[in-house]
């Protein structure tokens, strides 16, 4: 089946300490993004990449870094000089030029 | 820059009412418009879209038509069962520097009771 997958589903971060999140998509799309879901509040973009070797800052990038290696995969690091990391985290991907986003499951970071 | 604004949750209805959660938006261009939905700790799901003005989108018996005179973008269903118990969301396409992006409305927790 073609989808999108995240790993893991829960990550705890301890002071101090990089983390980074997964994100795998089999279903041939050139654009990926990462969005950031804090309680009662909507999506918030953090970065996004159209093609592979390229990736653009979003609205909150500030403390989080991405990299774009391979075209199906787009991982998160959220960086220690994220002060407050506790959100769930979902990745997206469409089709180059397409509206249509379809996300991953989400994971859900937590701050030990 | 652009908008969503939704209508302020939670909402709580029974089962088989009906149900409207609406969206304006503000957009500097001609936007397509979305509804996803959220499941208790899981993704987002598409629901329905429309590209542009007069356009229906429809899914699961839910729809919503882009009024481009109105801003406004609301989502209906003729008669909610428990199943329907989630988030939505409310979202615009925004074409910025050859990337489509989009914008979300802070969502709203639909709660239908049996």
């Known amino acids: 089946d073609g989808g999108i997958t995240q790993s893991p589903k829960y990550l705890f971060r301890k002071e101090g300490q990089n983390v980074t999140l997964s994100c795998e998509q089999n279903l041939n799309h050139d654009a990926m993004y990462w969005y950031r879901q804090d309680p009662g509040q909507g999506l918030r973009l953090i970065y996004y990449s159209q093609i592979v070797n390229d990736f653009q800052k979003g609205d909150i990038a500030e403390g989080y870094s991405v990299s774009r290696e391979k075209k199906e995969s787009f991982p998160l690091t959220v960086t220690s000089a994220q002060k407050n990391p506790t959100a769930f985290y979902l990745c997206?991907?469409?089709?180059?030029?397409?509206?249509?986003?379809?996300f991953g499951p989400g994971t859900r970071l937590l701050v030990l | 820059g652009d908008s969503v604004t939704q209508m302020e949750g939670p909402v709580t209805l029974s089962e088989e009412a009906f149900l409207t959660i609406n969206c304006t938006y503000t957009?500097?261009?001609?936007?397509?418009l979305f509804w996803y939905v959220q499941y208790p700790g899981e993704g987002l799901q598409l629901l329905l879209k429309?590209?542009?003005?007069?356009d229906k989108g429809s899914n699961k018996g839910f729809e919503a038509t882009y009024r481009k005179e109105t801003t406004s973008f609301h989502l209906e269903k003729g008669s909610v069962q428990v199943s329907d118990s989630a988030v939505y969301f409310c979202a615009l396409s925004d074409q910025t520097q050859g990337a489509q992006k989009l914008v979300f409305g802070q969502g709203t927790r639909l709660t239908i009771n049996p």
């Open positions: 429309a590209t542009k003005a007069d």
């Open positions: 957009a500097t261009g001609y936007p397509s």
């Open positions: 997206a991907s469409s089709l180059s030029g397409g509206e249509t986003q379809y």
